[in-house]
């Protein structure tokens, strides 16, 4: 990952992704108490336990890597919402934010019915996180995937990359 330096892993769980992180500096937040026990054990680096929700990151820390996986399909609208647009409070100049969701397909079928029995009480349509994730950032990629085991598919996913919203400056409104 070129140009990366610092990572903010926001809903680290046990650590998950932190290996793919080893030569940056890296900051992973969870609200459960024993996963992060269990992160700072086998990863030696920093975590701390948090409600993502009330973000408390100084906002002179920025990083360059925002990573949100597996973490809004827990999280109910309006925090969604507010978490996603404090995001780029928190991004470096150049930075971006990542996030991997779960998707709720419109119809009938097996990822259906495993995102319903998902511990997580929010998956969304694709057209639900689109509009989600544009609300706060500029869309770089956003890639709809399946994840199947031998040919059956079992969960509907989502990717998304963005960067902080580009404002045009007034100056050149004025100038056109
Ligand atoms: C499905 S796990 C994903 C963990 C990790 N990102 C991964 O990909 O393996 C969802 C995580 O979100 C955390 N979580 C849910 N709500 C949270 C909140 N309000 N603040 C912080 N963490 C939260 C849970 O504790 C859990 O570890």
Redesign the pocket.
Known sequence: MHNVRRVL?V????G??APQFADMDYLG????ER?ISHARRRHGRPFEV????RLEVPTDQRFDFILV???LH??DTP?TRGLLAHLPNLLSDGGHVHVIELVLPPRSSLPRLLARADR?EFPRSLQEWHGLFVESFDEIVFEPFDVCVGRIVFWNMVYFKGCAKHRSSPMRENAS
């Open positions: 892993d809903g680290c769980g046990p998950t992704d937040i969870d609200q459960n996963y948090g409600d993502v929700t996986n597996s973490l827990h999280i925090s997580g």
